[in-house]
């Protein structure tokens, strides 16, 4: 199985920052990444797929980058919205373990 | 709008079983293909189970393999995780995604979940 490592595990930022979560691969999985945004009590919202392609109605200060083993989420300027918990997985196949393990972007 | 409506969570003990049910609205149903996907309290996201479009393909976790079946009926928009000799690990929030567009893995569009506790 593929495994998703996400770095940092929690993030500590303030309104108006840039930050960056990086999810590496542990082989090659092409583009094949979605980066997904999980609000305490919440499903999880799909924010990008295909590594950089952003989804329909999310705000264009998320961004995706990457390809192969290295991936990054940037959010340009931190809204209050925008503290939450994100999530990197892989499709190139099926896996129980697709996801990574989460970043919790908290409030500095 | 993309409607998933999970059904069927609540309280088991241990060995017990549960039927989890997802209505699907506002797509075409038999075009997508559905996940499960489970929370443990205060954990990530675990993938639990996958169904394609024609219920051709069909994966789960080696953690809940041979003990529970995921299925699909396209005539009534619905797809079904029968959830056997449960154990305390099972216990989470499970939710049912839509693919993104025909037999994707990821998921697009997420119900609200069903929690499911397994608890002697």
């Known amino acids: 199985d593929i495994q998703m490592t996400q770095s940092p595990s929690t993030l500590s930022a303030s309104v108006g920052d840039r930050v960056t979560i990086t999810c590496r691969a542990s082989q090659s999985i092409n583009s094949w990444l979605a980066w997904y945004q999980q609000r305490p009590g919440e499903a999880p919202k799909l924010l990008i797929y295909?590594?950089?392609s952003l989804e329909s109605g999310v705000p264009s200060r998320f961004s995706g980058s990457g390809s192969g083993t290295e991936f990054t989420l940037t959010i340009s300027s931190l809204q209050p919205d925008d503290f939450a918990t994100y999530y990197c997985q892989h499709y190139i196949t099926y896996s129980s373990y697709s996801f990574g393990q989460g970043t919790k972007l908290e409030i500095k | 709008e993309v409607q998933l409506v999970e059904s069927g969570g609540g309280l088991a003990q241990p060995g017990g079983s549960l039927r989890l049910s997802c209505a699907a609205s506002?797509?075409?149903?038999?075009?997508?293909?559905i996940n499960w996907v489970r929370q443990a309290p205060g954990k990530g996201l675990e993938g639990v189970s996958y169904i394609s479009t024609t219920s051709s393909a069909i994966y789960y976790a080696d953690s809940v393999k041979g003990r529970f079946t995921i299925s699909r009926d396209n005539a009534k928009n619905s797809v079904y995780l029968q959830m056997n000799s449960l154990r305390d690990e099972d216990t989470g929030v499970y939710y049912c995604?839509?693919?993104?567009?025909?037999?994707?893995?990821?998921?697009?569009?997420w119900g609200q979940g069903t929690p499911v506790t397994v608890s002697s």
């Open positions: 295909k590594a950089s």
């Open positions: 506002g797509f075409v149903f038999s075009s997508y293909s």
């Open positions: 995604a839509r693919g993104y567009g025909g037999n994707s893995y990821h998921s697009q569009h």
